[in-house]
């Protein structure tokens, strides 16, 4: 089954998109199917889960940490994180330089916005971003390194919106590539898109998708969190 679903989602993927596999909440089993369909890159949002799975499955895999990250957490995937997704404040970033360091390590991360519009959804404005790029501590930071942006559209059937929310989003990867990273070629990433609306996604611009339940199908509790 989930062979199958992966197949026919990379069928409708161009192949300079990346196709992360959402895999939070599945059993340890569901990832390996994944992995012998020649999945290499999954997508947790809880710390702890990340690193038990990362301790069981081939080290080949690539691991993206999409959910809200608690510093006191970090130390949990900073040995092996290949990139995080949801850098939401300047604080956070800090904490991942530090335990980057920790490890000798260069963590790449995307900024995440808020594009969606409820309020539930975590993620910077244009104004918060600028001003942690344009930091002295952020220019100090020498174990982390920004390749793009990360968002989240509005939960809602209204694919205009859902559209308007992608547009939002590559203009600020636009604006920011323009001012901040004009001169840096790996400052090149856009993560949007899921099961509901990754075409949409692909469409205005989507560089990596990050796609669950159309891969491993419903997950079990009814929050998306
Ligand atoms: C759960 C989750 C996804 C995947 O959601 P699906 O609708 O199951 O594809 C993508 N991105 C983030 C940040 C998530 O938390």
């Known amino acids: 089954m989930i062979k199958d679903n992966l197949n026919i989602i990379r069928e409708t993927i161009p192949s300079d998109v990346t196709l992360i596999a959402v895999s939070k909440t599945k059993p340890i089993s569901d990832l390996q199917e994944a992995y012998e369909a020649n999945q290499r890159i999954f997508g947790e949002n809880k710390a702890l889960e990340m690193r038990d799975k990362y301790q069981e499955l081939p080290k080949d895999i690539q691991w993206h940490f999409i959910g809200h990250l608690q510093t006191n957490k970090i130390k949990y995937i900073a040995p092996f994180v290949t990139l995080i997704h949801s850098i939401d404040s300047a604080s956070l970033l800090e904490a991942v330089n530090k335990e980057a360091a920790k490890n000798n390590r260069v963590i790449n991360c995307l900024l995440q916005f808020h594009i969606a519009q409820e309020d539930t959804k975590f993620g910077l404005n244009m104004e918060e971003a600028k001003a942690l790029l344009e930091s002295e501590n952020f220019k100090n930071f020498k174990n982390i390194h920004i390749v793009g942006v990360m968002g989240m559209a509005t939960f809602t059937e209204n694919m205009n919106q859902v559209r308007d929310e992608f547009k939002t989003l590559k203009n600020i990867f636009e604006t920011l590539k323009k001012d901040y990273f004009n001169n840096d070629d790996t400052f090149k990433e856009i993560s949007m898109g899921m ?21 491993f199908g419903a997950r079990n509790y009814s929050v998306n969190s």
């Open 195 to 215: 099961s509901d609306d990754y075409p949409v996604a692909i469409e205005e611009g989507a560089t990596m998708v990050r796609v669950g339940s159309k891969i």
